[in-house]
């Protein structure tokens, strides 16, 4: 009975409101503390950066009271602006503590030059199974005569020769030139008696013929200003070979060595006596 009327006294009613705000200020009080060393419920949201420059996501993390951290750069994507970010971590939309590190992955400020592989006399498969592997892409293919059927037998970009172990972007798209057989197409020998070796390649070219051996005898210190004194075949009003077919040549230093009455005399090194001359 003691415990009833104590129950209802005013005393016990007056303890039990006093308990009640106390608990009550106790845990608003220790919820305050708990925020201030915690930041519980100071949370912001990561915002999209990409595509972003790092200046621009600078002023856009320092807004938020957040940092960045650079972690790698990715393949090189024409997507997405050189330098920017590609990809971001947390993701956008995410939920974070202020001072949280966003780590940055960027493109790079240009794609990656890569070495041209060598394939210059091999099948076009396996040339363009070489190009491709290595990140290349194979553009237009034009065929001129050759022994040697669907072989490479140059490279070229933008229409101009390109070198084996040259370094170039990768996707760069390079044209291919193939040997197309030997043609059953016969022309006369050109004389090429007198020339310098680029001026033999240019003739040739010119008939759809090919340069075949370039050889120096001893005289020569000078490749560039050598001049031819012997070739193979010799040309002659019968001799005649195929479209496609290699001439051989040797040079020399030594001008009296060149035939002094060749059958079609070609002693000038412009590409309008090339021309002349070769018809």
């Known amino acids: 009975m003691k415990i009833v009327r104590f129950l209802k006294s005013k005393t016990f009613a007056i303890n039990a409101v006093v308990i009640v705000v106390v608990a009550v200020l106790g845990i608003y009080f220790l919820q305050k503390y708990l925020s201030a060393i915690t930041d519980h419920g100071e949370v912001v949201v990561v915002p999209d950066l990409s595509t972003y420059s790092l200046s621009q ?23 997405y602006p050189p330098g920017s970010v590609v990809q971001q971590y947390p993701k956008a939309g995410s939920e974070v503590k202020r001072d949280r590190t ?23 498969t396996d040339a ?16 001129v005569p050759d022994i040697g059927k669907d072989n490479v037998l140059a490279v070229e970009l933008n229409g ?29 020998v050109p004389s090429l008696y007198g020339l310098v070796a680029d001026s033999v390649s240019f003739v040739l070219r010119s008939r759809m013929l090919n340069t075949g051996a370039i050889l ?8 560039a200003n050598a001049r031819v004194y012997k070739q193979t075949p010799i040309p002659t009003l019968e001799s005649v070979i195929r479209m ?19 059958l079609l005399p070609q002693t000038e090194p412009d590409s309008t006596s090339f021309i002349e001359n070769a018809d």
């Open 57 to 79: 996501v600078e002023n856009e993390l320092s807004a938020l009271e957040l940092t960045f951290e650079v972690m790698d750069s990715s393949e090189f994507k024409k997507s």
């Open 102 to 124: 966003i780590k940055l992955t960027l493109n790079p400020l240009h794609e990656r030059k890569l070495a041209l592989p060598d394939i210059i006399d091999i099948p076009r």
């Open 128 to 143: 363009a199974f070489r190009l491709e592997s290595r990140g290349f892409k194979v553009g237009k293919v034009r065929y």
């Open 160 to 188: 101009n020769k390109v070198e084996t172990g040259q370094k170039y972007e990768k996707g760069t798209r390079f044209d291919l030139v193939l040997g197309m057989g030997l043609s059953d197409e016969r022309i006369g």
């Open 216 to 223: 120096y005898d001893e005289t020569v210190t000078d490749t």
């Open 244 to 262: 496609g077919d290699g001439v051989d040549v040797w040079l020399t230093d030594d001008y009296t060595k060149i035939p002094a009455n060749p």
